[in-house]
Every structure is written in C-alpha cells, then in structure tokens.
C-alpha cells in the first residue's frame, strides 16, 4: 500500500531526508509548526552529547519560538523525541524510509 502526503507533508519528509544526508546521520527529521514554518535536525552523537533528529528539530523550533508544531516527519528509524513534539501539540507523525518514501502516518491525540 502505498502512502499518500499533501505537499506541505511531502515537503517535511525531503527536507528531513536532506538532514539526515547533509552529515551522513542515520535518521533525520523535520518539524512543521502552526505558521508553517520548517525546521530541521539530524542525530547529534559526540562523547558528551547525544541528540535524537527528532529532539534537534524541536528544539530549533522551540529556539526559534515555535509554541505548536503541526507535523513532524521521520527519515530513519527513530522515535526518541516524539514526546517532546506531542507536548507541543503535535499531531501527525510521518515515518519515512532513507529514500524519502513515506511508510506510515500516524495521526496523535
């Protein structure tokens, strides 16, 4: 089966897959917050400091005063981080494969 973005979410999943690839991550993501503005983050894994893509994204739309976020997509298989992004409200969570094909989306409460 295959699975169907609007552009706004298609846009989310390339500008994730473009993250992830920019550093040679293992997963990258892209949050969408409620003015429509993008941000990004891939995994950050030094000796003292470890960040999931997912906690990078929303902590540079939090940086960036980001109150809601709408959508979060997910290139890789990650998940550390989803709760922050449902704490701010957010309610559709791509999952994509690393070629940027959408594999599900799930819609949170």
Same mark, same amino acid.
Do not use: W
């Given at each position: %089966? ?21 550093? $040679? ?28 893509? =997912? ?9 960036? $005063?980001? &109150? ?5 997509? =997910?290139? $890789?298989? &990650? ?28 819609? %949170?409460?």
């Amino acid at each position: %089966m295959t699975v169907q973005l609007n552009p706004d979410d298609h846009k989310l999943v390339v500008l994730a897959r473009a993250a992830l690839a920019r550093v $040679g991550a293992a997963a990258g993501a892209a949050v969408r917050d409620n003015t429509g503005r993008t941000y990004t983050g891939a995994e950050v894994a030094l000796p003292s400091l470890r960040l999931s893509a =997912i906690e990078v994204a929303v902590s540079q739309a939090v940086a960036s $005063g980001a &109150e809601r976020l709408d959508a979060l997509a =997910i290139v $890789g298989n &990650e998940k550390l981080g989803i709760a922050a992004a449902a704490e701010l409200g957010c309610h559709t969570v791509i999952q994509a494969d690393s070629d940027g094909n959408p594999l599900t989306i799930d819609e %949170m409460s």
